[in-house]
């Protein structure tokens, strides 16, 4: 397992952007597939998009599709959750999480994960 650490949430407007971070700790961090979940209140938590170890493919649900962008860069060791066009429904805490399998949409396929980041969107 890897330390996990999420930043870059915050209470923003709708149609706002916003981009978090996920800091990676150690230097395998290229051996890891990375995935963004959000859970909302009394909701299950939910995949978001995924990306692969060397970035060239990536996953999105539906709901995010064509606003959100995820990235990453091995140098940094850092992987990036870019979100425009936000809406009241994308708030939720979210979570970081990293897998040494492939990058899916299943919680559980995840070894690692940070502490979360609020993501407020309101008027």
């Known amino acids: 397992q890897v330390e996990v650490v999420e930043s870059g949430g915050g209470l923003v407007q709708p149609g706002d952007s916003l981009r978090l971070s996920c800091a990676v700790s150690?230097?395998?961090?290229?051996?890891?597939?990375m995935g963004w979940f959000r859970q909302a209140p009394g909701k299950e938590r939910e995949f978001v998009a995924s990306?692969?170890?060397?970035?060239?493919?990536?996953y999105y649900t539906d709901s995010v599709k064509g606003r959100f962008t995820i990235s990453r860069d091995n140098a940094k060791n850092t992987a990036y959750l870019q979100m425009n066009s936000l809406k009241p429904e994308d708030t939720a805490v979210y979570y970081c999480?990293?897998?040494?399998?492939?990058?899916?949409?299943?919680?559980?396929?995840?070894?690692?994960w940070g502490q979360g980041t609020q993501v407020t969107v309101s008027s």
């Open positions: 999480a990293a897998t040494l399998g492939a990058a899916g949409q299943e919680a559980n396929k995840y070894d690692s």
């Open positions: 150690g230097r395998t961090f290229r051996t890891y597939a």
């Open positions: 990306i692969t170890r060397g970035g060239s493919f990536t």
